[in-house]
């Protein structure tokens, strides 16, 4: 399966942010969406998610059975500041979507060992999402993007404010994720890029293009990198 | 000295002609013509300048002139005494509404967002900027009272020196006030934001207004000598006043407490935390609320279980309010005869009068900021949450519910109008009654279908819970000034009565067929 942004351009006001997005992304892997501040990694993502129109392109899946448009169910979107209904216990809103994909979600489990497998304690399994840590409510906006096993996986600074448990936890979780599906994750921090991904994606001046790491060892790969961004900020 | 003057007097120009700038760029259809470079361009930021420059010279004189105007001459006339009194009439009110304009409105505690970027964020020295400041806002006083109190003065049969006197016991009162807190601060430390006035203060400001105008009304007048004395005792305080002003030498912590517990107010992301965290306590802690639904019937009753306190708590107590008004108009009516006439005439001509009333006791713009905040806001972010159907299922669940808490204070006041009509003396057509009750239901079913269509067609939020859509708040505008006026319409209520019927069946299909054609792409977070 392959994930193709073609010619995708988005400008606000005259700003152009995306300028021509035209990329191929293949499951299996995890892309890491390396960029300066403001270079448009959040509103590429809102693009793709749908939440913004695009100015013009097109994005879709190519499969076996040949191409076909995202979906909804296509899209796993995690924000870098989580979001989850404040009203509700953690229990209740795993509840609430399992109820809703009983159809499409196969293999499910229970409710709690889906909470064990995201490691969030009993204790506070039912308290109110309003009264969870930033980092629990992260483990939830996770769990409830997973349960689906979307084929795109987007998440947007994804480990930035968490503490290092938790941090270290995500990061077993992404890799276990990454069989059969794409996952792109946004981020300003280099060394998670390296860490955790199969290819280090820059978006600068408005498009994407990939960085080559062959033969360099990761000193020279990060020169390299940021060599591309300075000179590219500076055109 | 004079560089503080023009370096304050840039800063103020520069903020004041951005924010006319952004106001302008904020119009619907005018901002589309406008450039975003607008703060850039030559030919804007003059225009912008010369409205800002405008608005100093407004300043100066309007405000002095209506509240001249208004609160002096209009209302002195209103008691009808004779000419030969009105001399005293105008010093009275006038002396009293200066001393509490003096403590309301000093200037020097008025946390303001100039002040907060001179001395706070650019670091200007905080006594330089503020004597400046204070010093200009009082030159202002003097030259905007002096003309107004000539020409009101005048007219209203004040010697000449007595006119002269009224700017200096304005500017007076003002700096002997502003002096007193700066005092009252070196002893306790506490810098009163004059914008957030303690309880005490707001009932001594009740009742100098009641003084004020009440004590005309029953022919009690601060005689004139005492008024001529009291004006000149308050200049002479005041001069002796401004050597406290100048002396005093903690302007700089003064104002870092003033303004930063005042900015956390004016900065709209610290805003909006604050009303989310508000909007977060609205949900019910009860533990032992929960829900055998499914999906999204179990998503609904969670939400209006756990808000019942902002959603059928308040529609019973505006139920509970209503029927005691209606018990007391019933027993009115059964003791007093000569009232029904008068009721009954009221019950066919003033149906429209009901239109306000059901706007104003309507839970739909709390019910739809909690929904977005409380719910949306977070599940807008899921795609699931986002497809087609769902959102249109989830619209029907929500139309349903609102409805309902907003038919229970209706149905009683439908009924109770019937009721009312039936005892006051009926009418010849039976038709009436049964008008009365279906308009008012219609209106409120109207109200609650109006705000949840607008919720879903223009989802006015982006992702910091702040209203981003002008077109929202002109809709809000536009519908509560219909309702205002239709305050004004006397109709007998068969004929409007039907006309609301009619029309409010109207929009609700209207509307319902709109959002099944368009919610589905407007129904998102705005960017």
Redesign the interface.
Known sequence: MKFIIEHLSKSF???QVLRDIDFTFESGKIYGLLGRNGAGKTTLF?CL????KTDAGRFFMETDNGIRGVV??????V?STP??????TGR?FL???L???EDTISNSKSIDEYFDYMSIDAEDR?K?L?DYSHGMKNKMQML??TI?Q?NLLLLDEPLTSLDVVVAEEMKQLLRSLKTGRIIILSTHIMDLALDLCDEIVLLNYGVLETVDKSNLDSGEFKDKIIATLREDGNV | MFKTLRLSFSLKNTYRVNSILYAIKQIPLIKRIIPSMVYQIRGFKIFANILSAIWELISVFLGKLLYFLLMIAAAASLYQLPTESSPQVFLHLLIILTFMGARANTYMFNPTKDKYYAMILLGMDAKNYTLINYFYAIFKILVGFTLCGLIFGRLAGLPIWQCILIPLFVAGAKITVAAYELWKYEKTGIANNENKLGGFMWILLAVLLVATYGLPAIGILIPTNVSIMVMIVTVILGLLSVGKILTFCYYKPMYKELLVRATMQMDPSAQTKIQQEQSFKTISTDRSISSNKKGFEYLNELFIKRHQKILWKSAKKITCAVLVIIAVVLILLMFAPEVRNKVNGLLMTYLPYFAFIMYLINRGTGFTRALFVNCDHSLLTYSFYKKPKQILQLFQIRLGEIIKINLLPAVVIGFGLALLLYVSGGTDNLLNYAVLFASIICMSIFFSVHYLTIYYLLQPYNAETQIKSGTYQLIMWITYMVCYMMIQVKMPTLVFGVMTIVFCVLYCIIASILVFKLAPRTFRIRP
């Open positions: 006001d005259k700003k809102n998610n749908g939440d913004i909804p169910e296509d899209i796993g979107y924000l979001t989850v209904p404040e009203f509700m209740e509840k609430f979507f109820d809703i994909h039912d109110l309003k409830i993007n689906a979307p």
